[in-house]
């Protein structure tokens, strides 16, 4: 038997420590999230990239009763982006989300396994890294590249 051990670097910023860029892209992020449609779960998430060139592209969950019909916001503002832009790179994402209680969520909260997945395609097909911004109001996570968000991930080496 051999363990392996697998390290990953995520720091933790308070809003104050945020650079402009990431400053803006959480305020977009922020403002997404009530453009959100989530009348069954109540859980409202925005998310804002910004691609190589500077433009930024916001987009929200859309919640659909028929389940799994609804879209994860990283995965709308990520497919539009490459469906309008599919030569310019991601070179960073931020999500932030409000509660079933309307407010942000004081911890940041974390893509789901298909948003991940997602955002390893997305790292493969312009060979190279973007940063995760996860947004909580006590802190936001900052993430160098999605490996570190699944560092034992699916690709299209294994097909």
Sequence with gaps: MKDIEINIKIRLKMESELNEVE?????????ATFRSYAPYSNFSVGACLMLENGKTITGSNQENCAYPSGLCAERTTLFYANSRFPDL???????AARGTNGEFTKMPISPCGACRQVFIEVFHRQSKPFKVLLYGTEGTYIVDSPLDLMPISFDSSFL
């Design 23 to 31: 400053r803006d892209l959480v305020e977009k992020a922020k403002q």
């Design 89 to 95: 790179s991601v070179d960073y994402i931020a999500i």
